[in-house]
């Protein structure tokens, strides 16, 4: 079964950096595209990037645009999301996800149990 | 990217039916049938509800559909049940890797 975990999440200054891990199983990594999406405590949910399935096309919300850094290792099936220059609004659970296809409309059919980043000093 | 518009909150009694709004644009809801809904309990990570409008998924009860017109696309959840008291996001598609969620419903059971 499909299976998406997170790690690398935890409290940070304000200006510091942090990576998350989003490792995958039970499907064929290199064929997905995949997404990062996070929720501030009490708010709504929002996109934050993508990746192609082989990591040659990137986009960003234009609220982390030029501060994350989002990558994939195909061989390691696990995806990644460098977030540097964080501020105190980053602060959200961050939740890696799969598209139930693999266009990259497909919507977002399996997710991660969700990874809390902290910004605070 | 502006999210889209939702109503902050719906309510209704068991059996009745409750409709959620989602309002976007030319760019996003308008002008794309890749419109997707999902349920979020507290603390658990959302589900998939609709997609492309108004497919359900494999295990989704009937009880919920979805349409749109124009730039504005809509969940219906027919037969309020007491577990479907949840928080709702919509999605929309907005062009090559671009997507934009609503700003979420609380859905209550009264």
């Known amino acids: 079964q499909v299976q998406l975990v997170e790690s690398g999440g935890g409290v940070v200054q304000p200006g510091g950096s942090l990576r998350l891990s989003c490792a995958a199983s039970g499907f064929t990594f290199s064929s997905y595209v995949m997404h990062w999406v996070r929720q501030a405590p009490g708010k709504g949910l929002e996109w934050v990037a993508v990746?192609?399935?082989?990591?040659?096309?990137?986009n960003y919300a234009d609220s982390v645009k030029g501060r994350f850094t989002i990558s994939r290792d195909n061989s390691k099936n696990t995806l990644y999301v460098q977030m540097d220059s964080l501020r105190e609004e980053d602060t959200a659970v961050y939740y890696c996800a799969r598209p139930s296809g693999t266009y990259s409309s497909d919507p977002f059919d399996y997710w991660g149990q969700g990874n809390m980043v902290t910004v605070s000093s | 990217q502006s999210a889209l518009t939702q109503p902050r909150s719906v309510s209704g009694s068991p059996g009745q039916s409750v409709t959620i709004s989602c309002t976007g644009t030319s760019s996003d809801v308008g002008g794309y049938k890749y419109v997707s809904w999902y349920q979020q309990h507290p603390g658990k990570a959302p589900k998939l509800m609709i997609y492309?409008?108004?497919k359900r998924p494999s295990g989704v009860p009937d009880r919920f559909s979805g349409s749109k017109s124009g730039n504005a696309a809509s969940l219906i959840i027919s037969g309020l049940q007491a577990e479907d008291e949840a928080d709702y996001y919509c999605c929309s598609y907005a062009g090559t890797y671009n997507y934009v969620f609503g700003t979420g419903t609380k859905v209550t059971v009264l």
């Open positions: 492309d409008v108004s």
């Open positions: 990746i192609s399935y082989n990591g040659s096309n990137k």
